[in-house]
């Protein structure tokens, strides 16, 4: 079976600074994607970034980008420039690629930007 | 156009009562999801659907029962609501990825069911 673990619960940052959020996962598949969802107090569920597992170059989203380190099963958010609207619940999840994709989720962890 | 539709948003109900929460996808999707989130944000699978074929099914109580009468519906029944049944309820949908890219969630607005 797969396990998504995020191992911070919470984390703040000062408005405009940066801040890494981490994530480990085990698998024994070779063929799967990472995602990293943001939850804001609006509940809604917002995709964020995506990072396919064959892909070596890292995936980056505007001010969004990701530390993929496959050896590691790391997968890691960074987030600069922070902003206030940044603020959410974020989870990072794995997908099984196969007929009826299935994902695996993290935790999450709450992020609040500091003004 | 919502992608993922769900309604109702809010449910609030007694214990012991029916209720069904339903699920619309626009998106062609083939494989479509139940998750339960509670107090904590633990988002957990419920079911999933493809091509309206039951392929996960968690262990939940049987008081739950999805039903999918095509591909781009899913609905979720529960019968003799019990307090612990009290959670936001995500329906969403992927498809499979065939090509680079694709296979990411698609989640609806959720629907906030409370149990009195």
């Known amino acids: 079976a797969q396990t998504v673990t995020q191992s911070q619960p919470e984390m703040s940052v000062q408005e405009a600074e940066t801040v890494t959020l981490s994530c480990t996962y085990d698998t024994s598949e070779n063929n799967y994607y990472l995602f990293w969802y943001k939850q804001p107090p609006s509940r809604q569920m917002i995709l964020v970034i995506r990072q396919e597992a064959y892909k070596q170059q890292n995936a980056t989203e505007n001010r969004f980008s990701v530390n993929f380190q496959k050896a590691a099963k790391s997968f890691s958010l960074k987030i600069s420039d922070s902003q206030l609207g940044d603020t959410a619940m974020y989870f990072c999840a794995f997908m099984k690629r196969s007929a009826g994709n299935q994902f695996y989720f993290g935790t999450g962890t709450s992020l609040t930007v500091i003004p | 156009d919502t992608a993922v539709s769900q309604t109702p948003k809010y449910l609030v109900t007694q214990m012991g009562n029916d209720k069904s929460i339903k699920c619309e996808q626009n998106l062609g999707h083939d494989t479509m999801y139940w998750y339960k989130q509670d107090s904590k944000k633990f988002l957990k699978i419920m079911f999933s659907?493809?091509?309206?074929?039951?392929?996960i099914n968690e262990t939940v109580p049987n008081r739950f029962s999805p039903k999918s009468p095509d591909k781009a519906h899913l609905n979720l029944h529960i019968n003799s609501l019990e307090l612990g049944d009290s959670a936001v309820y995500f329906c969403?949908?992927?498809?499979?990825?065939?090509?680079?890219?694709?296979?990411?969630?698609?989640f609806g607005e959720g629907s906030r069911l409370t149990v009195l």
């Open positions: 659907y493809n091509n309206k074929e039951l392929i």
């Open positions: 969403a949908s992927s498809q499979f990825a065939l090509f680079p890219g694709g296979g990411e969630l698609f």
